[in-house]
């Protein structure tokens, strides 16, 4: 397992390998990311999370950054799910799962999320 890639991005493809095996599902489809002790609980559009030991740092490497913000110390956000979600002064509550947000990255959050939006126009 240590020569393993816990997460790669392949084109349109975020691979994980979790369990001894690999997954693949469109990186697009990926909403958010909650971590704990240098694993990451991946949750997407549908189906159940995957978890992988990987820090969220090391993931936030590897996706687009403009596709995604790291809102808090444990979550990581696809800035598409902003205009599904409720969002709070200090969390976010999308699909009802509540998604904190630290204190200070409400004004960035909302700012990152209107660049996507913008982005996904031009």
Same mark, same amino acid.
């Given at each position: 397992m240590k020569n393993k890639v816990p997460v790669s991005i392949q084109g349109l493809l975020i691979c994980i390998f979790s369990n001894r095996?690999?997954?693949q599902r469109k990186w697009d489809d990926l909403c958010y990311? %909650?971590?704990?002790?240098?694993?990451?609980e991946f949750f997407f559009n549908s189906? #159940?999370?995957i978890v992988a030991k990987i820090s969220l740092e *090391?993931?936030?490497a590897i996706l687009p950054e =403009? #596709?995604?913000y790291r809102c808090h110390k444990k979550f990581l956000i696809h800035l598409k799910i902003i205009n599904? %979600?409720?969002v709070f002064v200090d969390h976010i509550d999308y699909r009802g *799962?509540? =998604?904190d947000i630290s204190r200070d990255t409400i004004d960035v959050l909302i700012q990152k999320s209107l660049e996507y939006q913008a982005g996904l126009v031009n």
């Open positions: 095996r690999y997954y990311v %909650a971590t704990c002790d240098h694993y990451c189906g #159940s999370p *090391k993931l936030m =403009i #596709s995604f599904e %979600a409720v *799962k509540k =998604i």
